[in-house]
């Protein structure tokens, strides 16, 4: 059974319309997870004599390293649910055609359930714990107790991945939470209060007691017992498609008539927004990208002048990556309709392209407070803002109409299928629209100086509003010729 849904997955894959893009895109990862594998690796083997070093110089005041690492574990458990939620899908996006088949249905849930524990996500903590193990045996540490400590990590993590599945259904409780542990983490920074000082012996407790690890199977194992049960729940053909009762609502957005017969798709995209939940989250972690820019206010990152460029891009363009990676396929159920009505391409690209200026320029009004690390800052965040509204927003209508990612807008996180704001394909995207605004920095920021490094990205960015009409002409072209491949692609049902 196993091997014919393997087999069913892999057909899936290989007769996709997007098959090439798809391909590209696996490749990518493939040399993305190498990268990870590597670097968690290295950090499992060095981390512990990294901390030992610290401790003998004063840096940190603990008795030995895997006090330390257990002290912050719970940062790491954290980081793993926010992780899973943001990135992590359930990988049933064909679960529906095999309700049609004689498939039981305790069959289908198992593989879906197992295709979870057996994804990267689970994997690449042990490319960490497993070497750091090690290391602990050779340096003397008791060996049932590190096997015990070691075997508590695995069924936590396990444990965190069949929790996902629920926390797939609670959009409500998952940024209080959050905002709840940015707390824990702050009030730690400038102390106030330390969470580390409770969850360390916790955490020392299995390595003390070899045999607590019982502690994390009970719970991984009650996580799975529930995962199974709930999807089995859900496992029905109208399960998502069914009609929710809800109270009417009208929005005035009559101010927008007066962009003309584009004011049509834009009410259109702000209703999607304000009433489709994949939506909206990408709406929302749009704007969280402001704040990127605070992960380089450091003397590692602070040197680097073309970081500023990169933060720059990034803060003021979250949500032109983020929902404008994703056009046209947020209208990809009623794509043929929209063709059946011969719809302008220019009128509906222009109107996508005005929602996300607007949002860039709101962006880089919210990002005025980056002026107190100093000018050189606030002038890469305007030098990327007028980079992405002239030439970035073009960029990523041109990009589009290669991506043949069909969305359905009528699937929540109730249901079986992703509903993700981010996806590796919409972040891998994102790697030409971020490399030529760097070199052209370094191009004259080397020769010239800093200032002319940023005027030279800005002045792109203006050239790319003035020739605007010529590279949308271009863009109108390519959609055109990407017509027919992209409606077969979108009626492909996954």
């Given at each position: ?247 009417a609502t009208t929005e005035d ?173 919409t972040l891998l995207l994102l790697i030409p629209k971020l ?60």
């Open positions: 059974m196993i091997k014919h849904f393997i087999n069913l997955e892999w057909k899936s894959f290989f007769r996709s319309a997007a098959f090439k893009q798809n391909l590209a895109i696996k490749i990518l990862m493939a040399f993305g997870a190498l990268y990870m594998i590597v670097a968690f690796g290295s950090l499992g083997v060095g981390s512990y004599f990294l901390i030992e070093e610290s401790i003998e110089e004063g840096k940190i005041i603990a008795n030995n390293p895997f006090e330390v690492v257990n002290r912050f574990l719970i940062y790491w458990v954290f980081a793993d649910i926010g992780y899973r939620y943001v990135m992590q899908k359930m990988p049933v996006a064909n679960i529906k055609p095999l309700l049609y088949l004689p498939f039981k249905k305790g069959k289908i849930v198992n593989y879906a359930l197992g295709k979870t524990v057996a994804s990267f996500f689970n994997l690449l903590p042990a490319f960490f714990f497993i070497p750091f193990s090690v290391v602990l045996i050779i340096q003397g540490y008791s060996v049932i107790g590190v096997i015990g400590w070691h075997l508590a990590m695995l069924f936590i993590t396990l444990a965190v991945n069949f929790l996902n599945v629920f926390m797939n259904n609670m959009d409500r409780v998952f940024y209080p939470v959050l905002a709840v542990i940015a707390g824990l983490g702050l009030s730690q920074y400038y102390g106030i209060f330390d969470i580390t000082l409770y969850t360390q012996p916790v955490f020392m407790f299995f390595y003390e007691n070899a045999w607590a690890f019982i502690i994390p199977l009970l719970l991984c194992v009650a996580a799975g017992y529930y995962a199974y049960h709930y999807f089995i729940k859900q496992l029905y053909l109208d399960q998502g498609l069914k009609a929710v009762a809800q109270e957005l009559s101010f927008l008539d007066r962009f003309g017969k584009l004011s049509t798709y834009l009410k259109n995209d702000i209703k999607l927004i304000k009433r489709n939940k994949r939506a909206k989250m990408t709406f929302i972690m749009g704007f969280f990208f402001v704040l990127y820019g605070l992960f380089f206010m450091n003397d590692l990152y602070s040197s680097i002048n073309g970081m500023k460029v990169f933060a720059g891009l990034f803060c003021t363009g979250g949500f032109l990556f983020s929902f404008g990676g994703l056009v046209p396929s947020w209208d990809s159920s009623y794509y043929k309709l929209m063709m059946a009505q011969n719809i302008p391409y220019r009128e509906f690209l222009l109107s996508k392209w005005w929602l996300m200026v607007a949002a860039t320029v709101v962006s880089t009004i919210l990002c005025t407070f980056y002026l107190y690390f100093g000018l050189d800052w606030w002038f890469g965040i305007l030098a990327g803002a007028v980079y992405n509204i002239g030439f970035n927003s073009s960029v990523v209508l041109w990009g589009g109409a290669f991506v043949k990612t069909p969305i359905d807008l009528m699937t929540t996180k109730k249901a079986f299928g992703d509903s993700k704001a981010f996806n590796a394909k490399v030529l605004p760097v070199v052209i920095y370094y191009a004259f920021a080397l020769t010239i100086n800093e200032s002319a490094g940023f005027i030279a990205i800005a002045a792109t960015g203006v050239l790319g509003l003035l020739f605007r009409n010529k590279i949308f002409d271009m863009i109108e072209d390519i959609y055109k010729n990407e017509k027919y491949d992209t409606i077969e692609a979108y009626s492909q049902k996954n």
